[in-house]
């Protein structure tokens, strides 16, 4: 009974000591997942459109420093934004695992405190662009000798001023409405293209107002304290003056975003971001969306749009597109959990906010403080458990390998446990020898295939087996030996002096293995053929003696075997046998016909 | 009779003494294995942390030693009991994305 106690101890050690490495390993790759999800995030989040080269890079780096390998990365979006990455990163060595972390990117965007909205052009120059420089700034309050963001708003000729500059035009000094007048060009009106300007008081010779002609009888401007910078039919203004700032040329197209924006009154540059990125494709219907979401954000064009698009995120990235690298651009980067079930992570997912009470997106338990409950160990130990099965569910290919293994060593052992605990010795021994046979078809099986290789490898479950197998195979051998010494019947002294001899020869064979077996920092071993047939001969002894020890089994066998080959004879003459019964009874029945004659 | 009884009492010396061998052999195993998970949860969860650019939590700091190098993290689970050929302590090591 001691003895099998000892053996289930060595077994849940042997259990506990694998379990123990698989969730090391399988840690560490969760870990360099982790930071190389992190990595990549933290790219993304300074460049929204970052290749995914560079992406792939930085999570590479950031796995390798943590001990794993990249195995694959996909770029999340949604709404064909960029809104996180997946990446999957294996750990190589004794207990080879792959491990899967999730960042989600919420983007956020910071307009300059200093200056009125940046505005990304992409290529116009100008009068389309002058035009669309001014289009971008619908919205600011009318503040008389503004001409910054500062300052609160704009003026009139504040607008002009920031619109030319902005355009790459920018105009001498800092000029008044006046000034406008009498730098520019006079025109009549039939001939106002957009880019143009218009003025009212200009009889006087020293006009007070001054807008922007953007095209379709529509003017610009920043009108009057208490206003905002909108559009204003040409017809309704006033304006009895009419000037040109631009060299004279064709009228750039009213393109449709242009005049939908100009409809709803909304600015251009971010109505044509929106509609750049994908996420409208109907302008009129984008601008007047836009412009309900700006009537309930009339103080934050960022707060309208994310309104307006459902996502902050979003919005940030309509912004910068729109305003360029005037924006500043940022990103929150969290862990957050993987979708369960989710063969496919490159189908534009959902992300969820990463959770504001746990340190990690991932549901993880507390770590485990020292000292802690016995309910905290069972937590934790549970919460390892789970781990190693998801672990062990990452392990591709090498699962069923090391799972066979495993299961077939732990059957092994669990054998020998049975045959300890088992109160009748007959019993004992019957477990015992199923336990020798098994070894012996192994050896054998294993110097057949090792012979050409040079040796069995070890590694992993089967190598911690090995170990444990020495440990026990010098225990029987000593146990053996003893019953040996001190049986009474000689039959006892002979099976049990065999079980001995084939204890150690078994254990001599793991043996030629050398100092790697047990080398605690050892990964691999190799088991020349040589020791393998050590091992399947000492098995092939254990088996003997313990059939010297009960003869009856061999005698029950030599029954069982002589009844099993007289049915099998019986079962393959049966034809034959039944021909010729047939035969007899025919002859038989045409020797009782009697004759004519 | 005599001898049977003493060689009895051998036996039993014997196998309470591989007994106690063997589950002094567990136990020691369960602690390591526990260290080491532990030290492997906190490093994991303060690496993130630290990526995220957010504080670390005092539950952290009390469950390990969280020393920082430059990128790295350094944490420390010691063993409560430490036998001859064995560490003092469970270290695990990450390094934080830049």
Known sequence: MACALVVLLVVAGFVIGVLGGIDSAGANAQRAADMAALAAGHRLSSDPAAAAADLRSAAADAARENGGRLVSLVQLTEDGLPSGVEVSVAVDGEHPVRARARVGVEF??????????????????????????????????YLWGGESRAEGGFDCSGLVDYAFTAAGAALPGRPTAADLWRMGRSLPVAALQPGDLVFVGTAGGAPHHVGIYVGDGTVLSAPHTGARVGYSPLAFGGWDGYASLLPAGPAPLDDPVSAAARRSGVPGHVLAAELRMGLASDPDAAAAALARAQAAHPGSLQEALAAQLGSASAA???????????????????LVPLPHGDADADHNPSI?????????????????????????????????????????????????????????????????????????????????????????????????????????????????????????GALSTGLFAAQAYSARRSRDRVGYGLMAVGSAATTAGLMTAGGSLMAMGATTSVVPPVGLTLIAVGAGICVTGYLVRHPEWCRGAARIGAAALDVAWRAQTAPVRAVATVADRARSLAGSIPTPW | MGRRSGQASVEMIGCAVLLAIATVAVLEALTVVRAR??????????????????????????????????????????????????????????????
Do not use: K
């Open chain 1, 108 to 141: 956020t965007a910071a307009e300059p405190t200093g200056s009125f909205r940046p505005v990304d052009l992409h290529g116009l120059a100008g009068r389309a662009a002058v035009v669309a420089a001014a289009a971008a700034q619908v919205g600011w309050p």
């Open chain 1, 316 to 334: 940030a990235l309509v912004l910068r597109d729109g305003g360029g690298a005037g924006v500043g651009l940022s990103g929150a980067v969290r």
């Open chain 1, 352 to 472: 969820p906010a990463a959770p504001a009470q746990t340190p990690t997106g991932r549901p993880a338990s507390a770590p485990m403080a020292a000292g802690s409950s016995w309910s905290d160990d069972i937590g934790t130990a549970l919460d390892a458990g789970g781990h190693t099965a998801e672990q062990l569910g990452e392990r591709g290919r090498a699962v069923p390998l090391q799972a066979a293994a495993a299961l077939q060593h732990l059957s092994r052992f669990g054998l020998t446990a049975l045959g300890g605990l088992l109160p009748d010795p007959d019993w004992r021994d019957a477990v015992n020898v199923v336990g020798s046979i098994w070894d012996t078809y192994s050896a054998i099986r294993d110097v057949t295939a090792a012979a050409a290789a040079g040796g069995l490898e070890l590694s992993g479950v089967g190598l911690w087996a090995a170990r444990f197998s020495v440990l026990g």
């Open chain 2, 37 to 98: 998970i532990t030290a492997e949860r906190v490093a994991d969860q303060a690496a993130v942390l630290v990526a995220e650019g957010r504080p670390l939590p005092a539950s952290l700091r009390g469950a390990a030693r969280i020393q920082r190098r430059g990128d790295r993290l350094v944490v420390t689970v010691p063993l409560p009991v430490r036998l001859p050929a064995l560490p003092a302590a469970a270290v695990v090591t990450a390094t934080v994305p830049r």
